[in-house]
C-alpha cells in the first residue's frame, strides 16, 4: 500500500503568456511517496532537499494540504496517510518547483485510493496548493506538470485547460541564476493595469506562437515570444537578463525569457546541441560575474 510518484518542473508563461501558458521539463522534479497508515489523519513523516524550507505543519505544506482537500472532496478523511518529499530541484526558482510537488502528491494519493478523480480533476486541488505557497491559484505550472506537454489554461472560471502540440524538434535550453526571486513577491510587483496598445501586441503574439506550435513553425514562434507587460519589470530582479538574452540569440536561440516569475530563464531552440550551446555559454556568463547556477536541457 505505497505508491512513489516524479512530477517535473515546468516553464510557465512561455515569454507571452502570462498565467496561461507553461511546459513540462523532463527534469529535474520532486518525488513524492504516499503510503496508507493505520491511525486516521494525514501526516508528513519525511522531508528531504528542502534545506528545511518547507513547512513541516499539514496545514501549511502544500503537498499535505492538497492531499487533505482532496480526501475531504471524496469523502476520505477516515483514512490515514503517510507522506514522504524528496524535493531534487530548487525553491523559489520560477521552475514551478511548488507544483511538482504538489502534483505528486495529489497524482499518488489519487493511485492509492484506486484513482477515484481522473487527472484533469486533480487541478482544482493542485491550484490551492499554488494559492497556499504563493498567495495566488494560478494553473500555468500545476496542469504541465499533471498532464505533460505544453498547456493553455483557455480559461480559469470555469477551468478550461488545452492541450497543445510540441513541433518534434523543439528544446528547452533552461538555466537557473542562483538568486532567490518569492513568486509572491514577483507577483506583487507587476502592474494590474495594462494600455490598450500593449494588450493588443500581447495577444497577437500569444496567437502567433500557439499557431506556430500547431504549424512546425520555429521561425514564428521565435518572433511571437515577446512580453511587453511583465518582463520589463521583472526583468529588473535577474541579474544579466539582458546580457543574458543577447548571448542566447547570439547561440542560435528562437527565443529567450523568464522561467514563471524567475529567476530562471529559458531559451528555445531546435535540437538538443543547440540548446546545450545555449545553457553552457549562460552559464559560463555567470559564472564569469560570480554568479552560480544551474542548467537543464530538455526535448519539449
Ligand atoms: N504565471 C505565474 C507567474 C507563474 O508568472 O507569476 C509562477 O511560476
Not at 220 to 232: A, F, K, N, T
Request: glycine letters at 10%; proline letters at 6%; a negative charge.
Amino acid at each position: 500500500d505505497k505508491v512513489h510518484v516524479f512530477a517535473p518542473a515546468t516553464v510557465a508563461n512561455m515569454v507571452c503568456g502570462f498565467d496561461v501558458l507553461g511546459f513540462a521539463l523532463h527534469e529535474p522534479g520532486d518525488e513524492v511517496v504516499i503510503r496508507r497508515a493505520g491511525e486516521p489523519g494525514v501526516r508528513l513523516v519525511n522531508i528531504t532537499g528542502d534545506e528545511g524550507r518547507l513547512p513541516r505543519e499539514v496545514s501549511r505544506n502544500t503537498v499535505s494540504a492538497s492531499v487533505i482537500s482532496f480526501l475531504q472532496y471524496i469523502g476520505r478523511c477516515d483514512i490515514g496517510i503517510e507522506i514522504e518529499l524528496h524535493k531534487h530541484m530548487p525553491i523559489g526558482s520560477g521552475l514551478g518547483s511548488s507544483a511538482a510537488s504538489t502534483v505528486a502528491g495529489l497524482y499518488a494519493v489519487n493511485k492509492l485510493l484506486g484513482s477515484p478523480l481522473s487527472r484533469r480533476e486533480l487541478l482544482p486541488f493542485a491550484m490551492e496548493g499554488e494559492e497556499l505557497a504563493c498567495g495566488h491559484g494560478h494553473a500555468d505550472n500545476v496542469a504541465p506538470a499533471l498532464l505533460g506537454g505544453i498547456t493553455l489554461i483557455r480559461g480559469y472560471n470555469p477551468l478550461d485547460v488545452v492541450a497543445l502540440p510540441a513541433p518534434p524538434a523543439l528544446h528547452a535550453s533552461v538555466v537557473f541564476p542562483h538568486v532567490d526571486v518569492p513568486t509572491r513577491d514577483a507577483r506583487q510587483m507587476i502592474r494590474t493595469k495594462v494600455a490598450l496598445q500593449d494588450a493588443v501586441t500581447q495577444w497577437g503574439n500569444v496567437a502567433g506562437l500557439v499557431a506556430g506550435l500547431f504549424r512546425n513553425d520555429y521561425e514564428l514562434i521565435g518572433r511571437s515570444m515577446q512580453d511587453v507587460l511583465i518582463e520589463p519589470t521583472r526583468a529588473i530582479l535577474i541579474p544579466e537578463f539582458y546580457e543574458m538574452r543577447r548571448l542566447a540569440i547570439d547561440a542560435g536561440a528562437l527565443s529567450f525569457g523568464i522561467s514563471g516569475s524567475g529567476p530562471s530563464v529559458f531559451a528555445f531552440a531546435q535540437n538538443a546541441e543547440q540548446a546545450n550551446g545555449i545553457t553552457s555559454v549562460i552559464q559560463a556568463h555567470l559564472t564569469a560575474q560570480g554568479i552560480g547556477s544551474h542548467g537543464y536541457m530538455s526535448k519539449i
